[in-house]
């Protein structure tokens, strides 16, 4: 259950980080919005310095709570990573 709830809050992270994406090619252009594709950190950190010139300010604030509840989730579920399980060595 934990790690269906994880993934919604994933999906809206990802959706937030699009929406900030757009903006930066629109107000910053080309090579920053590349960059915010390649690194996310730096997108965030450009959306909460423009956020409130841009209108980004709700989006950034959501994005935040999302990734801190996605943090909690982490630590409640123990981090586990799906799909890999550990190999039985003889």
Request: include cysteine; aromatic fraction near 12%.
């Amino acid at each position: 259950m934990l790690q269906i709830l994880s993934t919604v809050v994933g999906i809206g992270c990802i959706i937030c980080w699009i929406i900030v994406v757009i903006k930066m090619f629109q107000d910053a252009g080309v090579l920053h919005g590349i960059l915010g594709i390649i690194c996310g950190l730096y997108a965030f950190i450009w959306g909460w310095m423009n956020g409130g010139r841009l209108g980004l300010k709700n989006i950034m604030m959501i994005w935040s709570l999302l990734i801190i509840i996605n943090l909690v989730l982490g630590f409640v579920g123990g981090f586990r990573i799906p799909y890999i399980t550990p190999s039985a060595t003889p």
